[in-house]
T-cell receptor, first 108, second 113 residues
Framework: GQNIDQPTEMTATEGAIVQINCTYQ??????LFWYQQHAGEAPTFLSY????GLEEKGRFSSFLSRSKGYSYLLLKELQMKDSASYLC?????????FGDGTTLTVKP | DTGVSQDPRHKITKRGQNVTFRCDPI?????LYWYRQTLGQGPEFLTY????????KSRLLSDRFSAERPKGSFSTLEIQRTEQGDSAMYLC???????????FGPGTRLTVT
């Protein structure tokens, strides 16, 4: 089976850096996604990690350690529009299993 | 390419009625996924297709749920004898076999009264 854990809520200040952690225990693993979801909207793709290490894309970076079953999403220079839910998802043989998401609130 | 579309966007139905939702994926995408999402939770996998073949169906899915993708293009999800617990957002996504990044549609919000 698949078990994915993320913190439920986080709060950070505009302009700061925040790290959202995700741990997983899965019976199979092809890769790990991070998605952003604003309230009432569909998830949108942020990153995909297959190999260990850090992937950087603009203000967002994602890290993966397969041996530890651990990933994090790093958001830099936070903006108010970054207030959203961040979903971690493990993919295996075509199927993706999502965590329940971390609701990030960015305050001025 | 206009992205993934879903119809209807909202559906209100009475308990016991049948409902059917449609998803049109990105045209060249051969994989299509259905998820269900309730407030405060992540999307829950329901089923997925590769072309017209249904490759996996969640064991949590009751036999009231059925999905089809008859020509490997659009897909339909039918829920028979709806229950209040079926109230949720139903999300469709599509991808290429060669690239697992999934593109989500806007979802169909179902309310069962």
């Amino acid at each position: 089976g698949q078990n994915i854990d993320q913190p439920t809520e986080m709060t950070a200040t505009e302009g700061a850096i925040v790290q959202i952690n995700c741990t997983y225990q899965t019976s199979g693993f092809n890769g790990l996604f991070w998605y952003q979801q604003h309230a009432g909207e569909a998830p949108t793709f942020l990153s995909y990690n297959v190999l260990d290490g850090l992937e950087e894309k603009g203000r967002f970076s994602s890290f993966l350690s397969r041996s530890k079953g651990y990933s994090y999403l790093l958001l830099k220079e936070l903006q108010m529009k970054d207030s959203a839910s961040y979903l971690c998802a493990v993919t295996n043989a075509g199927k993706s299993t999502f965590g329940d998401g971390t609701t990030l609130t960015v305050k001025p | 390419d206009t992205g993934v579309s879903q119809d209807p966007r909202h559906k209100i139905t009475k308990r016991g009625q049948n409902v059917t939702f449609r998803c049109d994926p990105i045209s060249e995408h051969n994989r299509l996924y259905w998820y269900r999402q309730t407030l405060g939770q992540g999307p829950e996998f329901l089923t997925y297709f590769q072309n017209e073949a249904q490759l996996e169906k969640s064991r949590l899915l009751s036999d009231r749920f059925s999905a089809e993708r008859p020509k490997g293009s659009f897909s339909t999800l039918e829920i028979q004898r709806t229950e209040q617990g079926d109230s949720a957002m139903y999300l469709c996504a599509s991808s290429l076999v060669s690239n697992p990044q999934q593109y989500f549609g806007p979802g169909t919000r179902l309310t069962v009264t």
